[in-house]
């Protein structure tokens, strides 16, 4: 990846929104934890963090898209994330850009190109990161969706982090993130 990142201040009009792909991950995670029953524990865990709100307990990766405008790519898949409250005194805020020159039109285009490829690896890498920490009941519930996440932002994680040949997330790699049999994955798919 050739990115290169660095602290910034959120200001009260900084707009931060989460990446398409963030944001249909985060919402699985959650799926995941209601699926399995966990609603009292997504309530508990957050609630448990309100009374230190000066202390940083969020690392956000952002990219820029304008003055004061932000797309959240990293950070995000906790059960303790909550977009409406990050600020200045609960979070660390990291910018991400593409480390490579832009000399000419058709190199811009060529490293926007491959700037956008690699916050979709970054956002991939931080998901798996994240998934192998969690505590879901049911993590098989949204492997079917999360395949076809993975399908439909084609990425080469895949294949390097899992040693396969396809560049999206199979069944196998998913069960072996989790330290899980395949048949328990499986399983978690059928409703309660």
Known sequence: MNLSAKTIRFKNITKIDLHP?????????????????????????????????????HNVSLISKGANKYLLIGGCFSPLFNLRELNESNTLFLSYKTSKDNTNTEHKKRIEKDFNQDVVDFIFMDFIRSMSLISLKRPGSIESALRKITQDYNSSIWNEVFDNRRNYLRQADYSELLDMDRNTIKNHSNPL
């Open 21 to 57: 792909l963030a944001k249909k991950l985060y919402e699985l995670i959650i799926e995941a934890y209601v699926t399995g029953g966990q609603e009292e524990y997504l309530k508990l865990i957050s609630d448990r963090f309100d009374c230190y709100p000066s202390l940083p307990i």
